[in-house]
């Protein structure tokens, strides 16, 4: 049999594939030849065995490449596309399709009157708006609830923009979202869904805060979650929210909240009490009971953060004419995770850093600056936390384009 001085791919524990560069491919192919044609053979790439050679040597880093690619599909940490769908149906997942915005509204009107889910809203853009969650106007006179866009998809939503009633309904007198929409995303990104893969691999579990979260983010339409706990006898204050002894916190964006409640029912610890803003009756599932015991949960809708961005670019004369507008585009796209990224989510911490590939993608730009800031907060930092009782939201008019 014979031998070939071409080194092969190799797999090594600490390092895993090993694949040669295309000079030491070329070496040895050049090896090869010069042993088929007896030696003294001239190595030179610009006489015809020398064009073999590096032909020859080009096709096989390629293909060695081409192995490469596959061998990374089957790590859940780097595959894509079809192969990252394969990964995730051996957990019962599929890759999420476009989500909407979702908005809280302010609902205004006569105290007792139910605002039913599917109720409608408008914004000033005539996008529409349906209610995921039934809520009462309280006796203040007021009650938040919230709508989400019936189109998929990133559509900005900025503060004040859902001022009007699509469909009327009796003693409901006004709409109106004092923060910015929590913006939706395109087909669920692989970096976003291996961040839910992840996380579901508790979905089986119980009385785990995994478990919460697995069970919480398998619930249609949610698009972020936060789970934590106080197991202390005295209340504890975790991310700016202060917990309750012995209690689960739940935060979720999107979803039923009828379905929210008993996915966390269904997962906490007997005993653990809620924290939160949203309470919501649901009845024993288990069928042991007739009639049915009625139980309380609560959980968290935080509260939206409209974040700000300050881009300073270098006016260097060439740069397109609509460039703040390619620029805004991309730090949203970038926000919402729709570039392939991680997106901004509940209780983490957003990393100006984060957006600099981004604006950068749109043009040759030279950056001078990019900074970020939120509500109340001028956007002069680097990084900014996200309390676990907030959701990171971003409109258009407050991403501003500086030339110096």
Not at 26 to 31: E, H, M, S
Not at 118 to 136: H, L
Not at 166 to 188: C, K
Request: net charge neutral.
């Amino acid at each position: 049999m014979s031998t070939s001085s071409v080194p092969t791919v190799q797999f090594s524990p600490a390092q895993r594939l090993i694949l040669p560069d295309v000079p030491t491919v070329l070496a040895g192919i050049q090896a090869d030849f010069n042993a088929a044609f007896g030696g003294n053979l001239n190595p030179a790439l610009n006489t015809p065995q020398g064009q073999l050679a590096s032909s020859e040597a080009v096709i096989i880093a390629e293909h060695n490449a081409l192995f490469a690619h596959y061998v990374n599909q089957i790590d859940p940490d780097t595959a894509s596309g079809a192969m990252q769908d394969c990964i995730g149906r051996i957990y019962f997942l599929d890759r999420l399709p476009a989500t909407p915005t979702t908005v809280a509204v302010l609902c205004t009107g006569l105290s007792g009157v139910i605002i039913p889910v599917g109720a409608k809203v408008s914004d000033t853009s005539g996008n529409i708006y349906t209610c995921t969650g039934e809520g009462i106007i309280g006796l203040n006179g007021h009650v938040t609830l919230t709508f989400a866009n019936t189109k998929n998809g990133p559509i900005s939503c900025a503060p004040s923009s859902v001022n009007a009633i699509y469909q009327a309904i009796p003693g409901w007198d006004t709409a109106l979202n004092p923060g910015a929409g929590v913006v939706g995303s395109n087909v669920e990104s692989r970096a976003d869904f291996e961040y839910r893969r992840k996380g579901s691999v508790a979905l089986n579990a119980v009385n785990s805060l995994a478990s919460i979260y697995a069970a919480v983010f398998d619930v249609d339409g949610v698009s972020d979650v936060y789970v934590t706990e106080n197991n202390k006898s005295t209340a504890l204050a975790i991310g700016g929210v202060a917990l309750a002894p012995h209690s689960v916190y739940v935060a979720v964006v999107g979803g039923l909240a009828s379905d929210i409640a008993m996915a966390i029912w269904n997962k906490k610890s007997v005993g653990a009490g809620y924290n939160g803003n949203t309470t919501v009756q649901i009845s024993d599932p288990s069928g042991n009971y007739s009639p049915p015991p009625i139980y309380s949960v609560r959980f968290q809708i935080p509260l939206p953060l409209p974040i700000k961005f300050h881009v300073k670019i270098a006016n260097l004369g060439d740069l397109p004419f609509n460039v703040t507008t390619l620029i805004k585009a991309a730090i949203m796209s970038a926000f919402s995770g729709s570039d392939g990224g991680p997106r901004a989510r509940i209780g983490s911490t957003i990393y100006a850093s984060r957006f600099y590939a981004a604006v950068a993608s749109v043009a040759p730009i030279s950056i001078v600056s990019l900074t970020i800031g939120a509500a109340g907060l001028s956007p002069t930092l680097n990084a900014l936390p996200i309390g676990i009782g907030r959701v990171p939201t971003l409109a258009e008019n407050n991403i501003v384009v500086t030339t110096v």
